[in-house]
């Protein structure tokens, strides 16, 4: 059997097509297409991500510009131009940037694909991760008694709106997993961890 030969990909940022995701603006450099078991994303970041994860894949962050935090699992961390992350596969994370973020991502073990991107509202039944998990139901509430009406079986639009709204709240008040008692205090609820 003749084996496959990986051909050797040089492609220029800048004549990459930008596309808007959940992280942000992502330009991808290499995909599945090229190889399947990895890829590289330029990825531009201007405000909160959504709380997401990946089943299959691991991904590698390189901070190329800009400040700000990066919450994965239960763990905080300060991240800044130069800093490395790496982040297991079926580990819920999400990053907000204090200035504009510019990072490298490569994706490992499996290219990057929407299928296999979940964000908590999708597989809210099948995975529990707290805190995650009781910060969306918290904030939820919050813009519940704001006026905004949503209930559990919410078409396309209706969820992306909800989405939406969660992410302005969240930048809007600078919230993260460290914040579950303010937002637990503003619902006048007591908090225990």
Same mark, same amino acid.
């Given at each position: ?12 940022? $800048? ?42 894949? #691991? ?51 499996? #290219?990057?694909?929407? $299928? ?61 997993? #460290? ?15």
């Amino acid at each position: 059997m003749k084996k496959e030969k990986i051909p050797t990909v040089v492609r220029n940022i $800048e004549d990459m097509i930008v596309k808007n995701d959940i992280c942000g603006k992502i330009k991808a450099i290499t995909a599945a297409s090229d190889l399947e078991q990895g890829s590289l994303s330029h990825v531009e970041m201007n405000g909160p991500t959504i709380p997401h994860y990946h089943e299959k894949m #691991a991904e590698f962050y390189f901070v190329l510009e800009g400040t700000g935090k990066i919450i994965v699992g239960y763990e905080t961390h300060e991240i800044r131009s130069g800093t490395a992350i790496l982040i297991p596969p079926g580990r819920a994370h999400y990053t907000i940037p204090h200035t504009r973020m510019k990072i490298l991502v490569f994706s490992a073990i499996k #290219a990057w694909s929407h $299928e296999d991107q979940f964000t908590l509202e999708e597989r809210d039944d099948e995975v529990d991760y707290f805190p995650f998990k009781e910060q969306l139901e918290l904030i939820d509430e919050i813009l519940l008694r704001q006026g905004l009406e949503f209930s559990g079986a919410m078409d396309k639009d209706a969820r992306k709106r909800l989405v939406e709204k969660r992410r302005d709240y969240t930048a809007e008040k600078k919230l993260d997993v #460290a914040t579950i008692p303010k937002l637990r205090a503003m619902l006048k609820l007591p908090y225990n961890k």
